[in-house]
């Protein structure tokens, strides 16, 4: 399905900004391999080159035992900047986010410190699925984007992100 250029960024702003909802207490250690910088390879996003960002970084830190921060800043293909932030809870728990076009809640677990899963909502209706898998080299990370085209066909797809720090 086609999208605007425009709405891949703002969906992975979105994401990222809701990213860390749900890791269990024992999962949310500073020393998780999902924790830390990551950065999006942009060559590889499913648009055409001219709409693909120039950047995309998304930080994990944990702030507590039973919460995540999740920090995303883009530089768009015109050289802007855009941020977003936000701390959620870790334990599953729907939580309202800022609502944009394409979610106003989202849940998120780590069922595994290497794996972060998000489930995205808006006006009550399933937006889409994240799941953040850091691979076994603990320096690469797959982003697997589960949701449905505008035809109710169900898409797939992967974003490659290497660690930043």
Do not use: C
Not at 10 to 32: E, G, N, R, Y
Not at 38 to 44: A, E, G, H, I, Y
Not at 122 to 138: E, L
């Amino acid at each position: 399905m086609y999208r605007p250029a425009m709405k891949p960024i703002a969906a992975t702003l979105l994401l990222s900004a809701t990213l860390a909802q749900s890791v269990s207490a024992a999962d949310a250690k500073l020393d998780a391999p999902l924790m830390g910088s990551w950065s999006v390879d942009t060559s590889r996003l499913p648009m055409a080159p001219a709409a693909r960002p120039r950047s995309v970084t998304i930080t994990f830190s944990a702030t507590g035992t039973e919460q995540v921060k999740t920090k995303v800043e883009i530089i768009d293909p015109a050289g802007n900047r855009l941020e977003a932030e936000g701390v959620t809870p870790l334990d599953g728990t729907p939580t309202p986010v800022k609502a944009n076009f394409e979610a106003d809640i989202s849940a998120t677990l780590m069922p595994r410190p290497d794996v972060l899963i998000l489930q995205l909502g808006k006006n009550g209706i399933p937006a889409s699925t994240r799941i953040y898998a850091v691979q076994a080299d603990g320096n690469s990370m797959i982003e697997t984007v589960a949701h449905f085209a505008a035809d109710g066909r169900p898409v797939l797809r992967k974003n490659y992100f290497s660690r930043v720090r």
